[in-house]
């Protein structure tokens, strides 16, 4: 399984950024879609995800500024932030629970930069 994630890059405090990250590979479903940040110095912590009947989790650092949502039929998931703040520098991961027959297995996207700076 391959995961291809979009959407960073450089933003002035108060913008916005749309994060989209595709799954490829041998699945039989895919569980849960996700976002992690990991910002310098610091651990990689859980920014938001979404599971395959809609339920949805924030972390604390996204409540009320990004929405994640999730195209199953393109399994895709995406990370709308909006009034990004520099706190919110941080290498940006995508994550995804899978299952290939009765196993369940992760896997990890190559991470996108976002920088909030003005």
């Known amino acids: 399984v391959q995961l291809q994630a979009s959407g960073g890059g450089l933003v002035q405090p108060g913008g916005s950024l749309r994060l989209s990250c595709v799954a490829s590979?041998?699945?039989?479903?895919?569980?849960?879609m996700g976002w992690y940040r990991q910002g310098p110095g610091k651990q990689r912590d859980l920014v938001a995800n979404i599971i395959g009947d809609g339920t949805v989790n924030y972390g604390d650092s996204a409540h009320g500024r990004f929405t994640i949502s999730r195209d199953n039929a393109r399994n895709t998931v995406y990370l709308q932030m909006n009034n990004l703040k520099p706190e919110d520098t941080a290498v940006y991961f995508c994550?995804?629970?899978?299952?290939?027959?009765?196993?369940?297995?992760?896997?990890w996207g190559q991470g996108t930069q976002v920088t909030v700076s003005s």
């Open positions: 994550n995804v629970i899978f299952m290939i027959g009765i196993q369940v297995d992760d896997a």
């Open positions: 590979g041998s699945m039989s479903a895919i569980n849960v």
